[in-house]
């Protein structure tokens, strides 16, 4: 097509429609737009190809070690959380030794313990970031290694202190464009403290976000990453210094919000900060 606007350009310069300088500068013009299709086509390549490897990543999680389809919904309404002796090893180190925990649901506990002690392992467990080496987690007796990658991500969010913030606009990384209640939305963003941000904001929840979330704070992003997590509602909310960034009076404020509006939720606290103690039913030291 480009080709035969060049063509096309030719012709009309040889029957003098348009001067040699016109040419030069549709023709540069043409050539432009055929290496921004050029690009365009391997970056869709990429991508295709990346979300083919997603797919065949989803079907792989999926299954267990003997091939057998994970198949268990979630227990929505689940009581009680067992973690039955787990052991979890990087290489020659064994960071939980037949460790065991009960945790009730609506319950707040904050983890702490010396750097390595495996806090940040325990909740990746809990999240089936990772599977232990021995052991079991229980939901209401039925083992989370059995339960679909789906199930999952949909019922547990894990919420890190250093997150994915993408490239798109501000309603894209809270929604991650899954249908969301406008109501649904701007409750989240009172509970985190975002809505006189967005309010401030040239084109409010269609702001775009730059790459790294550069042209927001730490502070910021971690609330954004927190509001993305309580949109899904989960039954278990895991905040791995995912508040670090946050000031003290501000985490105090979110915090109360997230107890007072899902008083349900089971929420497991990983900081160093002294002051998150008093959100806690219970502390446990590892």
Not at 61 to 74: I, P
């Amino acid at each position: 097509m480009i080709g035969g606007g060049v063509g096309a350009l030719g012709y009309q310069l040889y029957w003098g429609e348009i001067t040699a300088g016109t040419m030069a500068a549709a023709a540069a013009l043409l050539d432009s737009v055929r290496t921004q299709l050029s690009t365009f086509t391997e970056t869709l390549s990429i991508m295709l190809d990346k979300w083919r490897g997603s797919i065949r990543l989803v079907r792989l999680v999926e299954r267990e070690e003997d091939g057998v389809l994970r198949s268990q919904t979630f227990p929505v309404n689940w009581s009680k959380i067992e973690c039955q002796r787990l052991d979890y090893s990087f290489g020659e180190k064994k960071v939980l030794k037949s460790f065991s925990l009960s945790l009730q649901r609506g319950e707040w506990v904050i983890l702490q313990g010396a750097s390595g002690a495996g806090k940040s392992t325990l909740v990746e467990l809990l999240c089936r970031v990772r599977n232990p080496t021995a052991g079991m987690i229980l939901f209401d007796q039925i083992p989370l290694s059995t339960i679909t990658e789906s199930e999952v991500r949909k019922n547990i969010a894990l919420v890190l202190q250093q997150g994915m913030i993408f490239t798109a606009t501000f309603r894209e990384n809270l929604t991650l464009q899954s249908v969301t209640a406008a109501e649904d939305l701007l409750q989240v963003l009172k509970i985190v403290e975002l809505d006189i941000l967005v309010e401030s904001l040239p084109m409010k929840l269609d702001t775009e976000i730059f790459e790294g979330g550069e042209n927001f704070s730490g502070g910021e992003k971690q609330r954004i990453m927190i509001g993305r997590a309580l949109l899904k509602n989960p039954s278990l909310l895991v905040l791995d210094e995912s508040t670090a960034m946050i000031g003290a009076q501000q985490e105090e404020s979110i915090l109360t919000n997230i107890r007072a509006n899902f008083p349900g939720m089971t929420v497991i606290l990983v900081s160093h900060k002294s002051d998150a103690k008093k959100f806690a039913d219970r502390v446990i030291t590892l």
